[in-house]
């Protein structure tokens, strides 16, 4: 599947908001996300790590980063379509927030000649970081 | 290794203490380890007081067609705030200059001695010489008259989101500094302390390879150093940090 712009996605999201946020119910892809596959998605340094910025039960990681709530428990606290709506762009979670789209392409400046046209994450990547997220529902 | 994963690897080296609370402008060493701190503080220690001496020698040595040395004009004295006061607008060029700018339009048009390159050893000596004679005093860059379009196009670029990852500069170093980005502390982004020695890269670096840095690490398009952009930005960071003592030669991680 192809990254949504950033409108498709409001679109999409539109009426399926829960209450903690705007969720992405529908997969992007046929085959359910892989929970160990995402766990080490998330670590990959080349992908942006969300160790960048949360905490999370990846004791063998060192210096996680304190910019926004610990991940653990996460998957008790969201359902996964908010999860997913978070990871495509949280920016319609937060406008001001500071975690990066892992599937978005639009409305981005200057981004770097490697990276332009390109997501962080690939439509696989995205479910198998939800299916772990998912997961993580012990504090 | 490319910036971008430099930052993004956030390599594993103990985290320093959280500055308690953050009003008005801070300078980076505020926010570095122990350690590295001692390393500024100690004239004995401090690997940038080489680039200094360097810096001193080639303020001494003819080079050119003219048969100039930077010393057969000025004195070693005259260029103290020097640096404090720059970038500033320059007349001729109808631009901004920065501290490095200068010396090669020094080296043009008074010495007949060829550009340095901006991140080239000998720039960097010059650089921290000039401003090392500042050290101690406060910034104080103008910002008023025909410096004003400049600072406000630098002011507009300091809040505006960039790269793959989307963020800001005022994200960052205004609302987040203090708080941990995997192995780094995030500063106010101040550039106080430059030229300054990066251990992390053994070597003085210029205001402008920072810029550089952190736009690389947000999987943008950098500018290139000593851009009209990279000058007008320069501005409004040393203007956001006036009053802060120029620190030159810092030693940042």
Redesign the interface.
Known sequence: MRPLPAVAALLLLAGTAGAAGPSMDRPLTDRPGDPARGRAVVRD??K??C???HAMPIPEE??????GPPLAGVGARLGSGEIRQRIVDPTTANPAT?M??YFRTEG????????RG?T?YTAQEVEDVVAYLATLTGE | MRA??LL???L??V?PPVPAQIDGPRSGADFLTPDTRTLQDDDFLNPGLFAVEEGRALWNRVEGAAGQACASCHAEADMRGVAARHPVFDPATGGLVDLAGRVNAMRREHMGAPELPRESQAMLALTAFLGFQSRGMPMAVEIDGPARPFFEAGREDWF????????SCA??HD??AG?????DTISQGQVNGMPFYRLMWRTMASRHRMFEWCE?SL????RAAGSAEYLALELYVAWRGRGLPVETPAVRR
């Open positions: 340094l080349s942006a790590t160790l960048i910025c060192p210096d996680h980063g304190d910019l500071v990066p789209a981005l400046d200057r981004v770097g000649a490697a990276f390109r962080i | 971008a994963l993004l690897a956030g594993a080296l985290a505006r989101r960039r790269g793959q990852l989307n963020l994200q960052c609302d987040l708080r941990r980005l995997r192995g690389t999987r943008a398009e950098p």
